[in-house]
Every structure is written in C-alpha cells, then in structure tokens.
C-alpha cells in the first residue's frame, strides 16, 4: 500500500493554469509508473498522463500540449503543470501509483478542479 496525498486544485477562470502535486510515502518510488486521472461525475474516470522512473510520458489527446507531467525522485512528488485551461477539464484528478513489477495500483483521494468564470 502506497499512501498518496493530493494539493493544488482549485477554482480557476478558463484559460488559466493551476499546478497539482501528489507526494507518495514508498521508499520505492523509482519502481513506480506515475499518473493523474480524472473524473467527472457519471463518468469513468479517464487517463490524463502517466510518467515511468524514466521520464517517459504519455498524455491523453485533450490535454496533449496544455499539460506537463513531471517527478521528483528525491522528493517522492509527481506534478502537473496545467496551462490554457477550458471548461471541459473541470473534474476531480486523481493521482496513481503503479508498481512495474506487481502491476498494483494506488490511488490518493483526489483534488477538486473547477475551470470557470
């Protein structure tokens, strides 16, 4: 069990930027496939992007030169850099933690983001 904690979301007008950071308490984070997902009510909750120990990325087309993913192995953290916000991104992002070899997943308990004027 990975333990992940949230922050940073909040009200913010289109066109905006917000940064959500997720701090994980494993002392095996390099073992670990990081991501944020989001989620709408009524909806399955959708990949927004995932970074291996590696650095290598990967985005869902709706946020595919808006949003940057990024970690920090010293300091455990995985952030997410969101520029030119719209409407459509209003959800709550969850961030997640895979493990490479025994494929578990972890999940935090997610931050609010409202994009609205």
């Known amino acids: 069990q990975v333990q992940l904690v949230e922050s940073g979301g909040g009200l913010v007008p289109p066109g905006g930027s917000l940064t959500l950071s997720c701090v994980a308490s494993?002392?095996?984070?390099?073992?670990?496939?990081m991501g944020w997902y989001r989620q709408v009510p009524g909806k399955q909750r959708d990949l927004v992007a995932t970074i291996t120990s590696g650095d290598d990325t990967d985005y869902s087309d709706s946020v595919k030169g808006r949003f940057t993913i990024s970690r920090d192995n010293a300091k455990n953290t995985i952030h997410l850099q969101m520029n030119s916000l719209k409407a459509d991104d209003t959800a709550v992002y969850y961030c997640n933690a895979r493990h490479m070899i025994t494929r578990r997943d972890d999940w935090g308990q997610g931050t609010q983001v409202t994009v609205s004027s």
């Open positions: 494993t002392i095996t984070f390099r073992l670990y496939t």
